[in-house]
């Protein structure tokens, strides 16, 4: 028999999504099989697959040693690349500013130079994170942005952050604003775009109506004209809703597309204006704006980050 301890970045999980993490060499079929058969108890007790661990509880697990066996460590993070732009950091979370062109997670084409490779291996160096001293966390993105798109993204560096700020995200009690430069000029000047989003899988891709149709989304989407001039604007952006792509679609589809983007405007476009194949869009500003209980972040209510240079917004309209 083995005994493991559940530590506060074990706490909330389920039994089997725990021990999946905690026993990866132990299939699923055993798993789930040892607990019905009580090989697996909590506090000296049956648990249940659904039963919630809590800090301190102890598991009981009458298992072969063979599922406990760790290979030796090969932590891809290491090969992530270095530089971190951190806006803000303490024991709890980091607030970073992403590049335009590096990924937030891995995909098909980028596995370990990620923005998450980057956080995991700038933590495992400062000895504030170490894989095998964890039995299920690991630090974790709250908000992801696209490749092509840059600025804030928090990370979480204990689990009861991850799970306050997913919450908080979710109630949107974060707001994200953005800035961006698109073609023309908006009317009014100032407002809040309405309309009906529904995502074309096959092509990564969305579309924009006016009216509901099966499958849409609604999506609002409320701005201000900074500066307009030489065909082009200026524009802050409050997504009031978080949909895949919806400021590139809903500019686009009130025709003022965002300068550089290929997808939803055109090169002609884009052309004209000097050829640019980069879109303008950044998430420059974030607000904490909480209306119900935060926990050990309830220090952040009514904080502000702002990243203080966004590449275009500084050179508008001298383009």
Not at 57 to 86: M, S, T, V
Request: overall charge positive; charged content about 30%; some cysteine.
């Amino acid at each position: 028999m083995k005994t493991l301890t559940i530590e506060p970045n074990d706490a909330g999980q389920r039994l089997d999504k725990f021990l999946t993490k905690a026993l990866p060499n132990l299939p699923q079929s055993l798993l789930y099989k040892y607990i019905r058969k009580k090989r697996i108890k909590v506090n000296g007790k049956r648990a249940e697959i659904s039963t919630r661990l809590n800090p301190g509880d102890i598991l009981d697990l009458y298992i072969n040693d063979e599922f406990f066996e760790q290979p030796e460590p090969q932590y891809d993070f290491l090969h992530a690349g270095k530089q971190l732009r951190i806006l803000f950091e303490d024991e709890n979370l980091m607030v970073l500013d992403k590049p335009v062109g590096l990924l937030s997670h891995p995909d098909d084409s980028e596995y370990v130079d990620t923005l998450i490779g980057r956080v995991k291996r700038y933590l495992y160096e400062k000895g504030a994170y170490d894989p095998a001293e964890e039995q299920s966390f690991t630090p974790s993105l709250v908000n992801r942005i696209d490749r092509n798109t840059g600025g804030i993204v928090l990370a979480a560096k204990n689990a009861e952050s991850l799970r306050i700020l997913n919450q908080k995200m979710k109630d949107r009690e974060l707001h994200k604003y953005y800035l961006c430069v698109v073609h023309g000029k908006p009317e009014p000047e100032e407002g809040t775009l309405t309309g009906y989003l529904t995502k074309n899988e096959s092509k990564n891709k969305v579309f924009v109506s006016d009216r509901p149709s099966p499958g849409a989304r609604e999506i609002r989407t409320k701005y201000r004209t900074l500066r307009s001039e030489k065909g082009l604007s200026l524009l802050e952006v409050d997504l009031l809703t978080g949909r895949t792509h919806q400021i590139r679609a809903h500019f686009a589809s009130i025709g003022c597309p965002l300068l550089g983007d290929g997808k939803y405007g055109t090169n002609a476009q884009n052309k004209k204006q000097g050829g640019y194949k980069k879109q303008f869009l950044y998430s420059y500003k974030i607000h904490f704006d909480f209306s119900t209980e935060a926990g050990i972040l309830s220090y952040l209510d009514g904080r502000t980050f702002t990243v203080p240079d966004v590449w275009f917004a500084d050179q508008f309209p001298a383009f």
